[in-house]
């Protein structure tokens, strides 16, 4: 299958280098490796971002990257890309007229408008995978978000072929914005369990106990970290703006001297710093809170996360980790000082933990289940159920199959 992956604001090439720490870059360059790997014909069209990136670039990993000139070739914000649109559908309008995919899938809002307007009339699917949604955003108290994306992502919504959710959260956040329920396909993101596994080296730590937490959901940890006089927090992530308050925070609450404020991670250091730690906690609703308990669980590590999101779908409570009510700093700490306290508990549920990942959440089986999504959108789906059973009546017996 041919397939155009449009990802304008997330470039996958960083990911070789090991720039990012995670989030949609890494998303889209696992996904396109394995569906190179499957043997499928990969290329992904991302924004130059740079006078120093080439036109064209066939990666070590099987798949191909073109840089769309659309605006300046400088870093922008993912919401700033709207004014230049425009370029960046005609450009792929132009490609795809010429030589067209048997399907695109377009990650984020504003590669969907780019895919959805370029796609119309040249009889090609488009597959959106929104990532993280502004109206979800706005109800968390984001006031950043522009109110044109939560509008444009209602009508993305609607005139995409098929829409991809990360999660079931997710799906019935999209019933509500319009998306017709039978159009929305779940798929999680996948987890590299070649770089993320449980063996291999882990951080030095200057507490007897760990915490790890994503930026996005660390204020409710801070809170209860005073009452965890043997327990250090690590914070990953986060925007200049979200450290200094957190800093703050800590600071009000007494444990700034346990708090470590590390930013953005390579993602080759992200295992090691995983692994060291006791417990991940995962309290947010950013696109990392759908990988990051993947990848803290492919790691063997526990993961006490919210009752909201995808970690609703990932963590088995009881067994893999603990889920607790969003934004509830005492549900928090009830959990969290008894199971620090067991290392035993914490062993089991690691165990179980990357058991799940390793059987569930691969990148190869990730890849596979977006190309049933891909033959839903195409119509291949039918064409194969046809030929199945059309066969099964001529050898006079039934069958089973998964298309």
């Keep these: 299958m041919r397939i155009a992956v449009v990802s304008a604001h997330a470039n996958p090439l960083p990911v070789l280098g090991d720039a990012e ?12 490796a394995a569906l190179a790997e499957a043997g499928h014909d990969v290329v992904v069209h991302t924004r130059r971002d740079s006078v120093r990136s080439p036109d064209h670039v066939r990666t070590r990993r099987g798949y191909d990257v073109v840089h769309v000139p659309a605006g300046p070739p400088s870093a922008l914000h993912p919401d700033e890309l709207l004014p230049h649109l425009d370029e960046f559908t005609r450009f792929l309008r132009a490609q795809w007229r ?30 959106q995978t929104f990532h993280s ?5 706005q109800e968390d108290g984001d006031h950043d978000v522009p109110e044109a994306r939560v509008s444009t992502e209602r009508l993305i919504g609607r005139e995409a072929t098929r829409v991809v959710a990360g999660c079931t959260d ?29 063996e291999g080296p882990r951080l030095n730590r200057q507490a007897p106990h760990r915490i790890v937490a994503a930026a996005s959901g660390a204020d409710d940890v801070i809170a209860v970290l ?34 470590r404020l590390v930013g953005r991670v390579p993602r080759a250091a992200m295992p090691a710093l995983l692994r060291s730690a006791d417990v991940v906690v995962c309290d947010g ?46 549900a928090l700490g009830r959990v969290l000082r008894p199971l620090l306290a067991d290392a035993a508990r914490r062993d089991a ?45 001529r050898d006079g017996g039934t069958m089973v199959h998964d298309v």
């Design 226 to 259: 005073r009452s965890l006089w043997d327990t250090e927090l690590v914070v990953v992530g986060g925007r200049p703006g979200d450290v200094r308050r957190l800093r703050e925070h800590a600071g009000a609450h007494g444990v700034g001297d346990r708090v």
């Design 285 to 330: 609703h950013d696109e990392s809170a759908g990988v990051g308990p993947l990848e803290a669980m492919a790691c063997g590590v526990p993961v006490v996360a919210a009752t909201a999101g995808a970690a609703t779908d990932t963590v088995v409570d009881g067994v893999t980790g603990l889920l607790v009510p969003p934004h509830d700093p005492r």
């Design 349 to 393: 549920y690691g165990v179980a933990a990357a058991d799940r990942v390793d059987a569930r959440y691969s990148t190869a089986r990730i890849a596979a289940e977006t190309v049933r999504v891909y033959r839903l959108a195409t119509g291949l789906s039918e064409v194969v159920e046809a030929a199945a059973v059309d066969g099964a009546v």
């Design 170 to 198: 997710e799906r019935a956040t999209l019933v509500r914005l319009g998306v017709p329920r039978p159009r929305i396909s779940v798929v999680p993101p996948g987890v590299d369990s070649g770089q993320f596994k449980p």
């Design 98 to 127: 010429a030589d067209p995919p048997d399907v695109v899938h377009a990650h984020y809002w504003t590669s969907g408008v780019a895919s959805v307007l370029a796609a119309n009339g040249l009889d090609v699917p488009v597959v």
């Design 21 to 32: 720490e995670g989030g949609q870059d890494v998303h889209v360059a696992d996904l396109a």
């Design 133 to 137: 949604l502004g109206a979800v955003e």
